[in-house]
C-alpha cells in the first residue's frame, strides 16, 4: 500500500514553504527527493537485483548441462526459476493498478466524481481514462497513468515502467476524487510527488503490460507511444 497524500491546494502546510512543494515531502525527510537522475539510479538498482537473481539459475543450468546432460531436466527447472523471478516482480507492480473501487459505493457520486476528473483532462485523456480507467499525464520524467490508487511513470523510450502504490488520504472518496487528487498533486510537485509514492516495480513495460487487466492495456500501449514519441522530439532537437 501507498502512503497517503492528502491534497491541500497549492498552498503548503507550513507558510514558509515553497507553494508548489509537496507538504507530505516534508514528513518523510529521510527519502531523498526524485529526480531524473535519482529515477536512473533506482532503475538501474532494479535491473542489478533480477540480474543477480537470475544469472546464478542460468549458470547452474549451463554447468549441470555441462557435466552431465542426463541433469537436463534439473537444468531446466534451473531456467524456469529464472524465468519466474522476473514474473513475480513484475506481477507486484500490476498489483497497484488493480481497481480499488468500494462496494457499494453511491453510483450518483461516483458519477459526478468522474464529470469533475474529465474536466481535468482534455478529451483524449477523458475518453482513455473512461475506458481504461487510468488518467493519462505528461510529465517532466515521462508519461504518467493515474489510477485509483496507483501511479505507474512510463520513462522516456517506452521500454521502462515504474509503479507506485500511492492514494488520496481519504479512502472514502470516490474514484474520481481519488484520482483527480492524484493528478492535482502530481502537477503541482512531480518531484515530490514521486517521492512520497512507494515504489512497487521498476523494469521492462511489456512484463507489466501482460499482467495489467485487459482493459488498462491501451492506456499502457498510448503511455509508450507518446514515451517515444517525446525521446524522438527530444533527440531532433
Not at 508548489?20 to 531524473?36: C, I, S
Request: proline letters at 7%; one cysteine or more.
Amino acid at each position: 500500500m501507498g502512503l497517503p497524500i492528502e491534497w491541500r491546494g497549492l498552498a503548503a502546510a507550513d507558510p514558509a514553504a515553497p507553494a508548489d512543494v509537496l507538504p507530505e515531502t516534508a514528513a518523510m525527510p529521510w527519502r531523498k527527493r526524485a529526480g531524473e537522475e535519482r529515477l536512473r539510479t533506482v532503475g538501474r538498482l532494479w535491473t542489478l537485483t533480477t540480474v543477480a537473481h537470475v544469472v546464478p539459475f542460468v549458470a547452474a543450468a549451463a554447468l549441470l548441462v555441462w557435466l552431465e546432460p542426463l541433469a537436463l531436466p534439473v537444468a531446466l527447472m534451473c531456467l524456469a526459476h529464472a524465468w519466474v523471478i522476473p514474473e513475480l516482480y513484475a506481477q507486484r507492480g500490476a498489483n497497484v493498478v488493480q481497481s480499488r473501487t468500494r462496494p457499494g459505493a453511491d453510483q450518483a457520486a461516483e458519477r459526478t466524481a468522474l464529470g469533475l476528473l474529465g474536466d481535468l483532462l482534455d478529451h483524449d485523456a477523458r475518453a482513455l481514462q473512461q475506458d481504461t480507467g487510468l488518467a493519462p499525464e505528461p510529465g517532466r520524467f515521462g508519461v504518467w497513468l493515474l489510477g485509483e490508487g496507483s501511479a505507474l511513470l512510463v520513462r522516456p523510450g517506452g521500454r521502462r515502467v515504474l509503479c507506485w502504490c500511492v492514494r488520496a488520504d481519504d479512502p472514502a472518496l470516490p474514484a474520481g476524487d481519488r484520482i483527480a487528487h492524484l493528478l492535482l498533486a502530481l502537477r503541482a510537485d512531480e518531484a515530490g510527488f514521486a517521492t512520497v509514492a512507494n515504489l512497487s516495480f521498476s523494469g521492462a513495460a511489456w512484463r507489466v503490460r501482460r499482467r495489467i487487466p485487459a482493459r488498462m492495456r491501451p492506456a499502457l500501449d498510448e503511455a509508450r507511444r507518446q514515451a517515444r514519441l517525446d525521446t524522438v522530439s527530444h533527440s531532433r532537437e
